[in-house]
C-alpha cells in the first residue's frame, strides 16, 4: 500500500511521537528542583528536533531507496561504520519495543492503586509476547487500525497542551521573572559552568525524545511516489508534531507545576492537575493517558518491522546471514521476531522496567547512529560541494546537528556508564563482533566459489551446436540455477557424469527474487530480471554446445521456497518424464552454523516437492572450511 504524507505521518510516526510519552519527562526530573531551566529545554528540545529531522530529509533527498542510517554510513564512512550504525539500529530497534512497551505499561498502571505495582513487569512482558505471537501470524501495523488510536493521541494532547498553556497565560510572566531571579541566583551559588553542566545532563538524559525520527528514511519503499517529495512533507509532519508536543509538555510542566508521584508518571500527574476541576475531568485524564499507552504499544512494532529491514540491508552485504535478506517470512520472520521479542523480553526484566535505565540505554545507540548520519551527511556535502548548491548551508546544519548529537551521546554515557549505558555498549560491541565473524566465513567461501569459477575459462570446446527443440516426451533434466557460475556450470557436469545417457533434455529454471537488495539503489526489478535471463541464457548455449536440447522457465516472487517450487512442479507437467536438480554446498566437516549461514532452501524445495510427488535429486558441491 503507497502511502500519502498524511497516512505515512499515522503509519510511522506512532514510533517518534510515543517517545514525548517518556523523553521529556526524564528530561524533567533529571532538573531537580531547577525546573526554571524546563523553559530553555522546550526551545533546546524543539531546535534539536527541526535539525535532526532536517538531516534525515536530506537523507531522503540524496538515498531516496531507503536505508537510513546503515546506508548513509556504509556509503559515504566506509563498511566499518556501517556495520557499527547498522548493529546499533538492530539493538535500538529491540530497545524500542523494550522501552515502548515498559512506557506502556507505567501509563496503564497510573491509575492502578499502588498494591498493584509489582505486576506492572510482568504485564509488560505478556505485552511483548502478545506482539511476538502476532507477528509469528503475520500480523503487521495497519494504518487503518493505528488511525483511531494516533487520532485520540493527537486529539487529547491538544487539549492537554493547549489548555495547560493558555489556562496559565496570566502565571506566563511571573515565571519569567522566576526564571530570571533563579538564574541569578544560581550563577552566585553554582556558577555559570554549574548551570551549563546540569543543563546539559538534562538534555542529554532527555535523548529518548528524538527517537523514532529515523523511521520515515528507512519506511520510503512505502511511500507513494514521488516517494521523496512525500517522504520529506512526512519528515516534516513528524517533526512539528513532536517538537511541539515535547515542547508544550516542558512548558505545562514548569506552568503548572508538576511533581514525581510514586505510581504515576510525570504526564499522568499533569493530565490530573488541569483536569480535575472538569465534570468529566478524571474520565478525560484517564483516555489521555490510556491513548499514550496504546501509542506506545503500536509503537513497540516498530522495533518487529524495522530489525529485520535493517538485518536485510546488512545480509546483502554479508554481515549477517544471507537468508535475512529475502523477504520469504520462512526464512526471515519467523527466526528474527524470536530474536527480538526474546531479547526485548530479557532486557524487560533486567532493568525491571525501569524507564530511566532503559531510556539511556536505548538513548546511546539511537546518538550513536544519529552523529554516524551526521557526519557522513557532512562528508557527502564536503565531497559533493562543487555540484550542491546550497552545501554550505547543508553543511552547517549538519554539522550543528552532529555536535549536539556528540554533546548527548557523550554525556549520556559518561553519566550512565555504570547504571546500564555499559551492557548497551557490551551488547553493540558484541553484535559488531559476530558480524565481522559472518562477513569473514562468507569472504572464505567467496575464494572457495572462485576455484569453481575456473571452470568458466577451462569449458572444452565442442561441435556445432544442436538447435533441436526440447522434446517433452525425452527424459529432461531441470536444473534450478542462481547465475552463471562454477557451481551451475559444475552441477550441469555432474548431472552428465552420473547419469551417462540418460537425459535427452536440458531445462534450466531459476527464481528472480525481490528480496532487499533490488531496494538499496543497485538495480530495479526490470533490470536484475534481465540479469537473471541472461544467465539463463548462457546455460541453454552451454547445454547445446554439449549436444543437448535445452530451454529455461523463469519466474519472480518474494517467496524464494514458494516460487522456486511452483516453477518446478509447472515445469514438471510441461515435462512429464524429468526429474529436478538442485546443489548445496557440502562441508567436509558440518559445524553448527552452517545451516544458519548457508541458505537451506535446498532442502525446502526439495520437501515440498516430495509431497507433490515431484522428483528431486539434491546434487552435493564439496567445499572446504
Known sequence: MALIPVLAWIGLGADGLSSSSYGPSEAFKALGSHTYLALFLALATGLTVFVISYAYSRIIEHFPHGG??????????????????GSALIVDYILTITVSIAACSDAVFSYFPLEYQPLRVTFAAALIGVLIILNIRGVKESITGLAPIFIVFIATHLILLGYGIFSHVPQIAPIVSGVHSNFIHDIGKIGFVGILMLFLRAYSLGGGTYTG??????????????????????????????????????????????????GKTLNAVLADKLFSGWHFGGALAVITIFSEGALLFVAAQTGFIDAPRVMANMAIDSWLPHRFG??????????????VGIAAVLLLFYTHGSIGALVVMYSINVFLTFSLSEFGMSRFFIKHRKTEKEWKKHLSVHLTGLTMCVIILTITVFEKFLEGGWLTLLITSAFITLCYAIKSHYNKINKER??????????PAVGVPNTSPVSKSDMTAVQLVSNFNGFGIHTFFTIIRQFPGLYKNFVFVSV??????????????????????????????LARKFGFPADYRLET?????????????????????????????????????????????????????????????ILPIRMEG
Not at 542510517?69 to 556504509?74: L, N
Open 68 to 85: 537510513g542510517g546503515y546506508i548513509v554510513a556504509t556509503h559515504m564512512l566506509g563498511e566499518r561504520a556501517g556495520v557499527i550504525s
Open 213 to 262: 525520527i529515523e523511521a520515515v528514511s528507512n519506511g520510503l519503499q512505502i511511500m507513494r511516489d514521488p516517494k521523496v517529495k512525500t517522504g520529506k512533507r512526512t519528515m516534516a509532519y513528524m517533526a512539528t508534531s513532536l517538537a511541539l508536543t515535547a515542547g508544550g509538555l516542558f512548558l505545562c510542566y514548569l506552568l503548572v507545576g508538576v511533581y514525581i508521584t510514586e
Open 326 to 339: 529475502a523477504f520469504s517470512e520462512r526464512l526471515t520472520m519467523r527466526n528474527g521476531v524470536l530474536l
Open 450 to 459: 572462485e576455484k569453481f569459477d575456473v571452470l568458466l575459462e577451462n569449458i
Open 512 to 541: 528472480v527474487v525481490v528480496d532487499q537488495g533490488l531496494f538499496k539503489g543497485e538495480e530495479n526489478i526490470d533490470t536484475h530480471k534481465q540479469l537473471v535471463e541472461d544467465y539463463l541464457k548462457k546455460y541453454v548455449e
Open 557 to 617: 516472487g518474494t517467496d524464494l521456497i514458494k516460487t522456486a517450487t511452483e516453477i518446478c512442479k509447472n515445469t514438471s507437467r510441461e515435462f512429464p518424464h524429468s526429474t529436478i536438480f538442485t546443489g548445496r554446498l557440502a562441508f567436509r566437516i558440518e559445524k553448527w552454523y552452517h545451516r544458519i549461514l548457508h541458505n537451506e532452501a535446498s532442502f525446502a524445495i526439495q520437501r515440498n516437492l516430495h509431497w507433490d510427488g515431484v522428483t528431486n535429486i
